[in-house]
């Protein structure tokens, strides 16, 4: 058998210490070899989208020192490394300013929403201005080199009889290419990610780690194995969350005051709480997770106080990740107005709880909180799509009117049955992996090393980076 391990992507962490302790497994475990592909050139990636020459060589030069550890060992015969490289002066064609990015595709693969998720990865903008000049280019950039790094996997798998690709997150311009390579030859293809705090790892098979299908498939399963202590499990799960700890992901809460509701809270009426997610980090993942009631969550957030009765009151309690989201966006959200409408911004203290314990019924885009509610046994309706959409716990709207009735009756909280499978999937997903070591937090290890630029490599990184910034903030719409 022939792996196929693609990593471009030297300084990013814990891409690497994840990608090269999956090679080690391999070599150990089995007699198969291992051909290791790594970029060898300026392409526009989601580090270096802006193609600083300086910027690249020190993610190459961190790739090489741990692909050198791995070639000083005895099993190294195994394991061939092959460089793509990539042109910096090749001449990208100007996007159709009157074309949606996601309607752009090549070779019958996703390129468009490859770039879009990519831009804004590093931007936090979802809605790039096409038509602008600086974005054009940029975007234009991007797309060509998904189309160079097809071409390039596609020319290497008619030469080599590859079982099984290795990648990680598979969501970017660089790496989806590869996937969906993989997926049209059909050969196994593994999404790698980290499953979160800690050094767990998570595997996607031949689909995106977003895959709505395959991780209610994953959820089900891991049910079925926990099923005897699925409730403790899920109840340390949510009140883990709830008292403000970091769990599956980071703890969004704790710069909010305990028991703070928004001045203008009347308890008198009926309190209808829109609790929004981060709209950019689903924006571009597939058509999966399209086709909502509503174009976006500010229409949504919108029409739902057009259709609530004068009894009731909406509070909008925008996702505090937004704080990190484009100037743009934001701007944008602190625009609606609407005479039954309250927001709460991301940077407000008010608390994301104490508005969950207090309302009568929670509105949700596919957040956390939206099965956190069910848990805690709060009427929950899903106008989004996400994991636990069709599991029973929530209610879904198939249109408008369904939302409009849906909000004019008196909602029972439904059985908690699919907020105890999602806490035992958050509480139990991913495994551990030899060689792999650390956190988020501390910094991942690599067979016990950590992998860090020094000082003089440090200054030029974190200038680039800076120098990026300020390029994509000015220049770009």
């Keep these: 058998m022939k792996h196929v391990i693609y990593n471009p992507h030297g300084s990013n962490s814990p891409e690497c210490e994840i ?122 950039s991007m797309l060509t080199h998904y189309e160079d790094v097809y071409m390039q996997f596609e020319s290497y798998l008619k030469n080599n009889d590859v079982t099984k690709i290795h990648i990680f997150n598979g969501r970017l311009n660089d790496t989806r290419a590869v996937l969906r390579l993989g997926q049209l030859n059909r050969i196994d293809t593994v999404c790698h990610e980290s499953a979160g705090f800690g050094s767990k790892v998570i595997c996607y098979e031949n689909c995106l780690p977003h895959d709505i299908k395959h991780n209610q498939e994953k959820i089900e399963r891991s049910y079925a194995i926990h099923i005897a202590n699925s409730k403790e499990i899920a109840e340390s799960f949510y009140s883990k969350k709830r008292n403000g700890q970091s769990v599956s992901d980071k703890a969004y809460t704790n710069n909010q005051a305990k028991g703070l509701l928004p001045e203008d809270w009347n308890s008198k009426i009926k309190n209808i709480v829109f609790f929004t997610s981060s709209e950019d980090e689903f924006v571009a993942i597939g058509k999966e997770w399209e086709g909502a009631i509503f174009s976006s969550q500010i229409d949504a957030a919108l029409s739902i106080a057009d259709m609530i009765a004068h009894d009731s009151h909406l509070y909008v309690r925008v996702h505090p990740n937004v704080k990190d989201a484009s100037k743009k966006y934001r701007k944008q959200l602190r625009a609606l107005e609407h005479g039954n409408l309250t927001m709460i911004y991301e940077d407000s203290r008010v608390s994301t709880y104490e508005l969950l314990s207090s309302c009568d019924v929670v509105v949700s885009n596919g957040s956390t909180i939206g099965i956190e509610a069910v848990y805690w046994g709060k009427p929950s309706i899903l106008i989004g799509n996400c994991f636990y959409k069709g599991l029973g716990g929530t209610y879904e709207p198939k249109d408008k009117v369904g939302l409009s009735k849906m909000l004019s009756e008196k909602l029972n909280p439904r059985d908690r049955l699919a907020a105890i499978k999602m806490g035992v999937y958050w509480s139990t997903y991913g495994h551990n992996i030899e060689y792999l070591s650390g956190s988020r937090e501390k910094g991942y290890l690599f067979q016990g090393i950590a992998y860090r630029r020094n000082l003089i490599e440090n200054l030029q990184y974190y200038s680039n980076k800076i120098w990026q910034k300020i390029v994509m903030k000015y220049t770009l719409k």
């Excluded at 291992?34 to 961190?62: A, H």
């Excluded at 490859?114 to 201005?129: G, H, M």
């Design 19 to 140: 990608l090269y302790s999956e090679l080690l497994r391999i070599l150990e475990s089995s007699t198969d070899s291992v051909d290791v592909i790594v970029c060898n050139g300026v392409g526009s990636c989601p580090i270096n989208p802006i193609q600083l020459e300086s910027l690249c060589n020190l993610c190459k030069k961190r790739n090489k020192s741990f692909l050198n550890r791995i070639v000083n060992d005895e099993i190294c015969s195994r394991v061939k490394i092959i460089e793509f490289n990539y042109d910096k002066e090749k001449t990208h064609r100007e996007i159709d300013k009157d074309k949606s990015l996601k309607s752009i595709s090549y070779k019958d693969s996703d390129s468009g929403y490859a770039v879009l998720s990519t831009y804004t990865t590093i931007s936090r903008d979802f809605e790039p201005l096409v038509s602008h000049q600086a974005t054009n280019k940029l975007l234009s």
